[in-house]
């Protein structure tokens, strides 16, 4: 029997680690945000689209947010 979470959605299991002879891809954690506020740092990336970098701190927050894979009220994965 699967666990269910909030809203009864199932609840999500840690995503594996995924590795090639090139690249290794693994789950979004809140940690990630120590390195890639410096990728996301350049103004030019926001040219286009609007808003400017993020903060580490905003960073860091919304990869939390993410991280918890469902939305504020928990009805959405």
């Given at each position: 029997?699967?666990?269910t979470g909030l ?7 840690e995503?594996?680690l995924l ?5 290794v ?8 945000a120590?390195e890639?506020?410096v ?6 990336l ?12 905003e960073?860091r927050?919304?990869y939390e ?9 928990g009805?959405e994965?």
């Amino acid at each position: 029997m699967r666990k269910t979470g909030l809203a009864g959605l199932p609840e999500l299991a840690e995503a594996p680690l995924l590795e090639g002879s090139r690249l290794v891809l693994e789950p979004l954690r809140a940690a990630h945000a120590d390195e890639m506020v410096v990728v996301l740092s350049d103004p030019w990336l926001y040219r286009y689209t609007g808003g400017a970098p993020p903060t580490h701190d905003e960073l860091r927050a919304r990869y939390e947010r993410q991280v918890k894979g469902r939305s504020p009220a928990g009805e959405e994965r």
